[in-house]
């Protein structure tokens, strides 16, 4: 059966919505707005009690001293420029430029590091405040929702810090030496990505290392590619990239205390401070240890392993460079470049020895399922998503389940356990795929699109 569906590009903007649910939003968008200080104040008292970096200091240095990352404050003001005319985004962009050039010289000059970062910083904030007290209507709505943005990305990366300062000191022992066993079913990855960077030599390891670091980068461009037509057409997608970054930093953390992990490089490599079960990695893959147990470690080392979130970030990057906001293909330079972005960082979490081969999968199987929850809300909570979002939960357990204490068995029997625990991964993407992607196609028409489905 064909079913053909033309849109009318002007239907969704003279739809209404149902009763109630604007009263709603607004509730649920005032008390996330009202956690947000009090998260910031929890953890500030958190990491005074503890003597380490809050996020409230963190954020007043981004504002009057060096900023921690040269990166993401500019990557949450160009974010919240989507919002805003082209004119307004080249005084804005100019200002901050302005800002950071005063910074960043009076820090050379009184002899401390260069850095930059203050100027989008400050810009944002008077962005917001000028929306808020002097714009109306829909400019108003559209600068303050994407300053909104800009601003939680900048914040996420705040409270990331301090969260793991929490897993070391909520959980002093890591789980290594059963994950390093479950590995063994995928062929230890780590170790032979690990080996082959170092043979491909320092412009690769450069590539790999800009990549890595610089996910925000790719998370912002194709962000301001799906946001390109809030301004002009007055409307925003139901569903894009940010969203799913967002939720998934706030859900994925979780698991670090769940089932904390420190990876190759620390727990069997050169930087475990001593505590290392041996200088390993990359060149020799441990012996199966049949009597794996939880093994203390330093108070340094982030438990961040599993799941792995570098990829489930590059991951939601490539799936949201496949098609563009309003169903229409994406074009060639977005899909080459999320795919570039995936297996570049998917190389580097392997390569420099800071995941096992599981995480990956874990830190996959959690990106589909958030995407999945997320993924077109237009559609409501029908037995597509449903099985989507309980299934991936349910793979996401057993894994984990797994890796503890199945972990001998799984290296004992690397083949079963590795189809097994791969087996899983690609049926979820399967379903997936046959859920979000397959079936359809975009035919563009003048004046009109017309989305053709195969049902």
Request: positive net charge; proline residues 7%.
């Amino acid at each position: 059966m064909v079913d053909v569906l033309v849109e009318d590009p002007g239907s969704r903007a003279r739809s209404v919505a149902p009763p109630g649910r604007a009263p709603r939003a607004r509730v649920w968008v005032a008390a996330a707005i009202a956690a947000v200080p009090v998260l910031l104040i929890a953890l500030q008292v958190i990491a005074v009690w503890q003597r380490f970096e809050g996020p409230l200091e963190s954020l007043w240095r981004d504002y009057v001293g060096t900023p921690k990352s040269m990166t993401v404050p500019w990557a949450g003001l160009i974010l919240a420029l989507v919002g805003i005319s082209a004119r307004r985004r080249v005084v804005a962009l100019g200002v901050a430029v302005a800002i950071d050039v005063v910074w960043a010289s009076g820090r050379l000059v009184a002899g401390e590091p260069f850095a930059i970062g203050n100027g989008p910083v400050i810009v944002l904030t008077a962005l917001a405040l000028v929306a808020w007290l002097r714009w109306s209507g829909a400019e108003r709505r559209n600068a303050l929702s994407a300053a909104a943005l800009g601003a939680l990305l900048m914040l996420a990366t705040k409270v990331g810090d301090v969260w793991l300062h929490v897993t070391v000191l909520s959980r002093p022992t890591v789980l290594d030496e059963y994950v390093i066993l479950a590995d063994h079913a995928l062929g230890d990855p780590s170790w032979v990505l690990g080996r082959a960077i170092d043979a491909l030599g320092p412009v690769v390891y450069a590539v790999l290392h800009w990549v890595y670091i610089e996910l925000p980068v790719a998370a912002i461009v194709v962000a301001v590619w799906q946001l390109r037509r809030v301004v002009p057409s007055g409307r925003w997608p139901t569903h894009y990239l940010v969203r799913t970054f967002l939720i998934l930093g706030l859900v994925g953390p979780i698991v670090y205390l769940l089932f904390p992990v420190v990876g190759p490089m620390f727990a069997f490599g050169p930087d475990g401070h001593g505590l290392q079960l041996g200088n390993y990695w990359p060149g020799v893959v441990p012996p199966i240890d049949r009597n794996p147990i939880p093994l203390p470690f330093d108070t340094a080392t982030p438990r961040n392993c599993m799941p792995s979130m570098h990829t489930a970030w590059a991951l939601s990057v490539f799936l949201h460079t496949r098609r563009d906001t309003d169903g229409g293909a994406a074009p060639g330079w977005i899909r080459w470049g999320g795919t570039f972005w995936l297996l570049a960082t998917l190389a580097a979490t392997l390569g420099f020895g800071y995941h096992y081969g599981v995480d990956l999968v874990a830190g996959a199987v959690l990106c589909l399922t958030v995407e999945s929850a997320l993924r077109a809300p237009e559609q409501g909570w029908g037995w597509g998503r449903i099985r989507l979002v309980v299934g991936g939960v349910m793979v996401l357990a057993v894994l984990l389940l797994s890796y503890r204490y199945l972990a001998v068995l799984m290296a004992e029997y690397p083949v079963l356990a590795g189809t097994v625990v791969l087996g899983l991964l690609a049926g979820l993407a399967s379903v997936f795929h046959a859920t979000w992607f397959a079936g359809g196609r975009v035919v563009q028409q003048p004046g009109r699109e017309v989305l053709s489905a195969l049902r």
